[in-house]
């Protein structure tokens, strides 16, 4: 055989063998190792007749190393092992939230300990739906989270989620990337009053130790701001954060709002069961306060934005704390309201909400010559030395499902994958056969 024929002949056969070794349903099988079988401890392989578990957890947050849902594919029945900590944000979803199937059947044990539930269900039950391919018999369901609404009915800090799960049993053998999210540089303000005290509202990183580099969250974040003033050559002074309302737009009067602190530094908003929302104590500076808020969006609010409108105020830092003038927690275990500082006595009023002058939200603003400012208000009587109304926004706050973290293609995608690299195969084998036949035509 002449070198030109032997050349061609030999890119034939050698597409030939990827196109064997690369097939849809390998793809498939990669996906299932990575999501299914590995988390079980059974990695599969085309010699393997046993059945295999495929998991779609592309509604989920896949930022957690764990993976927070395994499957047990069993000769009768399936076992599903979910993890409390759903979508990787360190927040437990509860357990009678989750169930299994259109069914909707409820979890068969929980472990405490290891915050996960299980669910054990026959191949047939709870709503499961069978498909018959010429490779397999394939069980599907689906496990859901659909959270109960608690607290304030207007916001929702986590969304429902439906995790797909299939188990393959093969009829004859074993056949078996993240998402963009949008980013901006956040919006933090700062605004002069005429006493030269710069009060300022930054998103912070998780450790606090920088300012956030992007405004986007997901339900199930934390919001972590931190408000400060600059009070130049002025005597020391104390920052309290009077009041803070969320809104859908910048016009702090505008319909939806949302107060997560109000009646003069209490946080409200941690007074819910489904958050955990606090003040962060010690302070870092008494110019200087800090709190974090569990990420929530307005009901039925397609655009996800929101804006938070905080007052601020200061006080001589030789002033002892007041009713007027604090910062305080509602501490879940002892059901009490807890000061940063200050005795307390000062966060009583919390729980009545009757702490004189509370602000429910601010009034309407005229802008200063800051151009991201707001104006200041009316300085109030002793001890309070100045305050102002500082925006922070737009923050866009999405759903799991409006924008996956991460997770696996779908089986449909591995599908078209598979199509594609198939075509691609036989097109490079046809050129291939195209030079070996011209060699043949030509010879040297």
């Given at each position: ?20 070794a690369?097939?849809s349903?390998g ?5 299932t190792?990575?999501?299914?079988a ?6 599969h ?7 295999w578990?495929?998991?779609?957890v ?19 029945q ?6 409390r900590d ?25 472990n ?7 669910f ?14 010429p490779?397999?018999?394939?069980y ?5 989270y ?19 799960i299939?188990?393959h049993?093969p ?10 999210q949008?980013?901006?540089?956040p919006?933090?303000?700062?605004l002069?009053?005429e006493?030269?005290l710069?009060?300022s509202?930054?998103?912070?990183s998780?450790?606090?130790s920088t ?17 400060g003033?600059?009070?130049g050559?002025h ?14 737009s ?14 003069n ?8 069961d ?14 200087v306060?800090?709190?974090?808020v569990?990420?929530?969006k307005?009901?039925?609010?397609s ?8 007052h ?13 003038h604090?910062?305080?927690s509602f501490?879940?275990p002892s ?5 940063v500082?200050?005795?307390r006595?000062?966060?009583s009023?919390?729980e009545t ?12 603003l ?5 151009r ?16 102002a109304?500082?925006?922070?926004g ?8 409006q ?8 089986a ?13 195969v036989l097109?490079?084998?046809a ?12 010879p040297?």
């Open positions: 055989m002449r070198p030109t024929s032997s050349l061609g002949f030999a890119l034939f056969c050698c597409l030939l063998e990827m196109g064997a690369y097939s349903w793809f498939l099988r990669g996906e190792e990575l999501w299914g590995q988390s079980l401890g059974q990695p392989t085309f010699s393997q007749p046993s059945p578990a495929w998991v779609d592309s509604q989920l947050q896949a930022a957690s190393p764990l993976h927070p849902v395994s499957v047990g594919c069993q000769e009768a399936v076992v599903v092992t979910v993890h759903l979508f990787g944000t360190g927040r437990l979803v509860r357990a009678a939230d989750l169930s299994l199937g259109t069914a909707a059947c409820p979890a068969m044990a929980q405490a300990a290891e915050n996960v539930v299980t054990v269900a026959g191949l047939h039950e709870c709503g499961s739906t069978l498909r018959v391919t490779e397999a018999l394939i599907s369901t689906s496990l859901n659909s959270p109960a609404r608690a607290g304030n009915p207007i916001i929702i800090r986590t969304s429902p989620a439906a995790v797909p299939e188990c049993y009829r004859r053998n074993n056949v078996s990337s993240h998402a963009v949008p980013t901006w540089a919006f933090h303000s700062t002069s009053s006493q030269k710069l009060f509202l930054r998103l912070m998780d450790d606090w300012e956030r580099a992007s405004a986007v969250f997901q339900l199930g974040d934390v919001l972590r701001v931190q408000a003033v600059s009070a050559g005597a020391p002074l104390r920052l309290f954060v009077d009041s803070c309302v969320a809104t859908s910048p016009h702090g009067g505008s319909s939806p709002h949302y107060a997560f602190i109000d009646f530094g209490c946080m409200v908003d941690g007074r819910l489904d958050a955990t929302s606090t003040f962060i104590s010690p302070r870092p500076r008494l110019d306060l800090q709190f974090a569990d990420t929530f307005f009901a039925g609010d655009s996800s934005l929101l804006y938070i409108t905080c601020l105020k200061v006080s001589p830092a030789s002033q002892a704390p007041d009713p007027q604090k910062a305080c501490h879940k059901g009490l309201w807890a000061p500082e200050g005795m006595a000062v966060c009023c919390c909400q009757s702490c004189g002058t509370a602000r429910h939200s601010p009034q309407p005229v802008p200063t010559h800051g991201r400012g707001r104006s200041r208000r009316e300085l109030a009587q002793d001890p309070t030395v100045g305050e109304d500082v925006m922070l737009p923050l866009l706050v999405h759903s799991h499902q924008h996956p973290a991460g997770g696996v293609p779908s449909g995608a591995g599908r078209y994958v598979g199509l594609a690299a198939g075509l691609a097109l490079l084998a050129l291939g056969a195209l030079a070996a036949c011209r060699a043949r035509s030509y040297i």
